[in-house]
């Protein structure tokens, strides 16, 4: 944790999700490595990497609005097991079991973090995802909590693209300067949250390679660390930190739509919108 850092008075906080949520500021990839090893797969992590990109860019190319948790971890083991020439049914439900488990058991770890935080500041999610990431939310516990979930396969932009951080903005109702960024990935969350004007925290891996990428940015090594931070915050010590619920609910409206998802958003592959795949610029 850098102690020196003092958060700027802030009134919302959006959070990437995975490596965030989910982990201690490791990436999904990063994770999923060691499962496959301690499973008996044998590839290197360069061969890993690439088979894990072909299944990211295929998932990606679907639409897996509907798709909870489990099956899109799993419909991503059995893709890269698929590219790798290693597919086994057991063997990619033992490798999707045991990365799931830890997910959750980190995201309730990090509930009642939420809990409190949601006192006194708007919160929301903005993640690389596949498009499926607010039902992820609703099946984690999450949603309670947030006041927006941007993901980038329904907002049609994706991290760091100061698109997606001015949606989430404009759903919380609040200035860059008075949003908080926390997130594992320095090229997508911190360095998109600096152009913005954002004030940023990093949930980073204790053997990470990557360096801050400035001096202005905070440095945590669990999630739960944040509030010892903000502890220092004037405007969220108090209840005034928070808009008004009145225009809250109006935002709650707005990030989950009740008939449609992703009904107001952008839509995917037929707009001129349509982002093509990234790779390596999602959860990984
Ligand atoms: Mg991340």
Redesign the pocket.
């Known amino acids: 944790m850098n102690h020196f850092y003092k958060i700027p008075p802030v009134r919302s906080i959006l959070f ?5 949520l989910d982990s201690d500021g490791i ?1 999904w990839k990063e994770r999923f490595f060691p499962i496959y090893r301690s499973q008996g797969v044998p590839w290197s992590f360069p061969e890993f990497e690439r088979y894990f990109y072909v299944s990211d860019d295929a998932i990606a190319e679907k639409k897996l609005k509907r798709v909870g948790y489990f099956k899109t971890v799993q419909m991503q083991v059995d893709l890269v097991l698929k590219a790798g020439g290693s597919y086994r049914k057991s063997l990619a439900h033992a490798i999707a079991e045991k990365f799931y488990k830890d997910s959750l058991k980190t995201i309730r770890r990090n509930i009642p973090l939420l809990r409190r935080l949601n006192r006194n500041y708007r919160l929301g999610i903005v993640s690389n995802f596949y498009g499926n990431m607010p039902v992820i939310c609703q099946e984690a516990g999450l949603r309670p909590f947030l006041d927006v979930v941007a993901d980038s396969a329904l907002v049609g932009q994706i991290k760091p693209d100061p698109k997606i951080f001015r949606f989430a903005l404009e759903k919380v109702g609040c200035d860059p300067e008075q949003t908080l960024f926390v ?3 320095v090229s997508r ?1 911190m360095q998109g949250a600096k152009s913005m004007g954002m004030p940023h925290v990093w949930l980073q891996a204790p053997d990470s390679k990557w360096k801050p990428c400035c001096e202005k940015e905070g440095r945590i090594q669990m999630l739960t660390e944040l509030e010892m931070i903000l502890s220092k915050n004037s405007l969220g010590s108090h209840s005034e930190a928070k808009p008004k619920p009145l225009s809250l609910q109006l935002h709650k409206e707005a990030a989950f739509p009740r008939r449609k998802l992703g009904q107001n958003l952008l839509p995917l592959k037929s707009s001129r919108f349509f982002v093509p795949a990234s790779r390596g610029l999602r ?1 990984t």
């Not at 990437?16 to 965030?20: K, P, Q, R, S």
Request: hydrophobic residues 25%; proline residues 0%.
């Open positions: 990437d999700f995975g490596g965030t990436a997130g594992d990935s969350d959860m």
